[in-house]
């Protein structure tokens, strides 16, 4: 037998949470989550959620770990030497959400799906900024780019993201998702600089990666990678029906075939492999939530990973030109990746 495609062949769950009005859902995350994230984050919220920084601070030598996207040219052409530019950040920003909605997100092998998570990180992140006084937006992508949500504040605007992100889009014959349009669109789309977080599962044609680099060239991106811990190991069901959620192919299975499930195994670690790299390459911060994570701990260890890197840049930058300093223009800061322990 060929090697099995771990990518969400498994029927799709029950639409469970996904299914839960956005008015009730967003009530449940206010009480159990948002409030305690708002307090527990407090000085962190600089850290997590950064703003446009437009007001020139002061400028400095380049450090490793800098991003070099805050380069002045013209001042580095002068003294030969690259200097960085400082910012006043601004706490005001507009964030955005990317959001692949297609077939394999109504996936989960428990009462959660992964809609039903990005729902609940959509619901968390977008309240917490606009409880500040910042607007948010999306991009929604089913087979298409289908839906564009201007930028707003306020709690009403949130609900609308929401609901919107119930709604499924029409199944198209074989249509295998294009990541890319939706980040092609995003540059589009997105004309000022601001906050964007990706929320997908990845499950996509190739490319996508370039087009995710290209974006984080202007933008603070963040890749929110969903996923269900049944697409990385298969236990033994026995004989099992699997669907391809994309493409709505079938196949009967015997997972009590050991020889079966290791292959799986094999193609769930090249695919894990691969998408990491690809994350790699882009450059991007990366949060990893699983369909049983615990959707408040991975937000305080993705904020823990994202304040430890801003004091190792603050600490390069502090030791100019010293022993232990490291000068080079390989790239932009490395990206902080974020996942439940195992």
């Known amino acids: 037998m060929a090697d099995a495609v771990p990518a969400s062949t498994v029927s799709a769950a029950p639409p469970g949470d996904s299914s839960l009005g956005a008015d009730a859902l967003l009530k449940r995350l206010e009480w159990t989550v948002i409030r305690r994230l708002d307090g527990l984050l407090q000085g962190d919220y600089r850290t997590l959620f950064r703003g446009a920084g437009l007001d020139l601070a002061d400028l400095r030598e380049y450090q490793h770990h800098d991003d070099v ?8 052409a002068r003294l030969q030497q690259p200097y960085v530019r400082q910012f006043t950040e601004d706490r005001e920003l507009t964030a955005w959400f990317l959001l692949d909605l297609s077939a394999s997100a109504d996936f989960g092998s428990t009462d959660r799906t992964k809609r039903g998570v990005a729902r609940e990180f959509v619901a968390v992140v977008a309240r917490l900024l606009t409880r500040h006084g910042n607007r948010v937006g999306a991009l929604l992508y089913g087979n298409t780019v289908d839906t564009v949500i201007p930028s707003r504040g306020g709690r009403a605007h949130v609900l609308h993201i929401l609901q919107r992100m119930t709604q499924r889009p029409e199944e198209s014959a074989g249509g295998a998702t294009q ?54 190991e298969l236990p033994d069901f026995g004989l099992l ?41 882009a450059g991007v911060d990366t949060l990893e939530l699983a369909t049983d994570d615990d959707l408040m701990g991975a937000i305080l260890r993705f904020a823990d990973l994202r304040k430890q890197r801003s004091r190792l840049a603050n600490w390069s930058g502090k030791s100019r030109g010293g022993a232990g300093a490291t000068r080079h223009l390989s790239g932009a800061a490395p990206a902080a990746s974020a996942r439940s322990p195992a």
Do not use: C
């Open 179 to 232: 990541l890319t349009d939706l980040l092609v669109a995003a540059q589009r789309a997105i004309k000022r600089r601001g906050s964007i977080f990706v929320v997908s599962d990845f499950i996509s044609a190739p490319g996508w990666d370039k087009a995710l680099a290209h974006l984080s060239m202007r933008h603070e991106v963040t890749a929110v990678r969903l996923y269900d811990p049944l697409e990385m």
């Open 69 to 76: 996207r805050h380069i002045d040219w013209n001042v580095t």
């Open 241 to 281: 029906t699997m669907r391809d959620a994309e493409t709505g192919e079938q196949i009967v299975v015997d997972t009590h075939d050991g020889g079966f499930r290791k292959r799986f195994a094999a193609a769930a670690e090249r695919r894990e492999t691969e998408l990491r790299e690809g994350l790699a390459r």
